[in-house]
T-cell receptor
Framework: QQQVKQSPQSLIVQKGGISIINCAYENTAFDYFPWYQQFPGKGPALLIAIRPDVSEKKEGRFTISFNKSAKQFSLHIMDSQPGDSATYFCAAADSNSGYALNFGKGTSLLVTP | ETGVTQTPRHLVMGMTNKKSLKCEQHLGHNAMYWYKQSAKKPLELMFVYNFKEQTENNSVPSRFSPECPNSSHLFLHLHTLQPEDSALYLC????????????FGEGSRLTVL
């Protein structure tokens, strides 16, 4: 059973636009929600993460929005650049009782010039 | 060398071969992980080691055999693999056995003929 559902599978955005990737989860014990960025030929790298005690976290052009009641969270990339073209993975975990990150299937983002 | 280093980066093997993947972390972390990344599927946790002790075997077939001689090195020994085992194998490390602050290597791309 997939613990985290991610959409869309792929996304094309023009340079300067906003990229939005959505994730949903079921396990209410999850309390840690990171996003990873993976470029071709590289391993995933932690981009930004949020805890459920806040509804939004912003780091530069990247923002996580979190809706605890809906059990959904999303990544917004403002002013998207061609260098942002990569695969993005959301994940969720119960940081107190486990060590497994439950990943979504990933979203392939292409930012066109 | 910095971060998490994996060798070889690419490996092609027949189903009767025996090979090993190597991972080394230069971050001073105590926990190390093997993940499997297949196309269109979420990253799958395979094994977890904490201070050289295996703490998780996520129902992985016995044809995959991990070894952790110390907290900086992790191996994945492969024998009699199947074509469906072809994937990107990612090593990761963290300060402690928790899903926070996971650092990934660049992966070993395995092709089983």
């Amino acid at each position: 059973q997939q613990q985290v559902k991610q959409s869309p599978q792929s996304l094309i955005v023009q340079k300067g636009g906003i990229s939005i990737i959505n994730c949903a989860y079921e396990n209410t014990a999850f309390d840690y929600f990171p996003w990873y960025q993976q470029f071709p030929g590289k391993g995933p790298a932690l981009l930004i993460a949020i805890r459920p005690d806040v509804s939004e976290k912003k780091e530069g052009r990247f923002t996580i929005s979190f809706n605890k009641s809906a059990k959904q969270f999303s990544l917004h990339i403002m002013d998207s650049q061609p260098g942002d073209s990569a695969t993005y993975f959301c994940a969720a975990a119960d940081s107190n009782s486990g060590y497994a990150l439950n990943f979504g299937k990933g979203t392939s983002l292409l930012v066109t010039p | 060398e910095t971060g998490v280093t994996q060798t070889p980066r690419h490996l092609v093997m027949g189903m009767t071969n025996k090979k090993s993947l190597k991972c080394e972390q230069h971050l001073g972390h105590n926990a190390m992980y093997w993940y499997k990344q297949s196309a269109k599927k979420p990253l799958e946790l395979m094994f977890v080691y904490n201070f050289k002790e295996q703490t998780e075997n996520n129902s992985v077939p016995s044809r995959f055999s991990p070894e952790c001689p110390n907290s900086s090195h992790l191996f994945l020994h492969l024998h009699t693999l199947q074509p469906e085992d072809s994937a990107l194998y990612l090593c990761a490390s963290s300060q402690e056995v928790r899903p926070l602050g996971l650092f990934f290597g660049e992966g070993s791309r395995l092709t089983v003929l």
